[in-house]
């Protein structure tokens, strides 16, 4: 009647051939034939591109995100001392005020020629 194979029930043992069948089929590119899947194949070859473009995509985004950052980091060092060297401008013309005004009253103190000396 039927052939012992046909009779045969599956078992946790068949996993193992299966998935060297599964590879070698693989391997000699009649895995999707095996599968009956052939007449599919283009609907696969174009989910795999769609695949391959947004991981591209999302990689390419990721890069131009870092360079973002970066860029930003940069502009903030920028805007510090943009500011320091504006309250530096600021300082010098104050100082030349008080210079100006104590000349006024007739007083003797200027700026200093040197830096200070550091006693230890």
Request: proline content about 2%.
């Given at each position: 009647?039927?052939?012992?194979k046909?009779h045969?029930k599956?078992?946790?043992?068949?996993?193992?051939?299966?998935?060297?069948?599964a590879f070698?089929?693989?391997?000699?590119g009649?895995?999707?034939?095996?599968l009956?899947i052939?007449?599919y194949?283009?609907?696969?070859?174009?989910?795999f591109?769609?695949?391959?473009v947004?991981?591209?995509l999302?990689?390419?985004?990721?890069?131009?995100m870092?360079r973002?950052e970066?860029n930003?980091k940069a502009?903030?060092?920028m805007?510090i001392?943009?500011a320091?060297?504006?309250?530096e401008l600021?300082?010098?013309?104050r100082?030349?005020?008080?210079?100006?005004m104590?000349?006024?009253q007739?007083?003797t103190l200027?700026m200093?020629t040197k830096?200070?000396?550091r006693?230890k």
């Amino acid at each position: 009647m039927l052939g012992e194979k046909e009779h045969r029930k599956w078992k946790f043992a068949d996993v193992g051939q299966w998935l060297k069948n599964a590879f070698f089929a693989m391997l000699k590119g009649e895995f999707l034939l095996r599968l009956n899947i052939s007449k599919y194949f283009i609907h696969i070859i174009y989910t795999f591109f769609l695949f391959w473009v947004s991981i591209w995509l999302s990689l390419k985004i990721e890069k131009t995100m870092t360079r973002v950052e970066e860029n930003r980091k940069a502009l903030q060092d920028m805007e510090i001392y943009h500011a320091q060297k504006t309250v530096e401008l600021v300082s010098l013309g104050r100082m030349s005020k008080v210079e100006k005004m104590l000349q006024d009253q007739g007083s003797t103190l200027a700026m200093p020629t040197k830096p200070a000396d550091r006693i230890k």
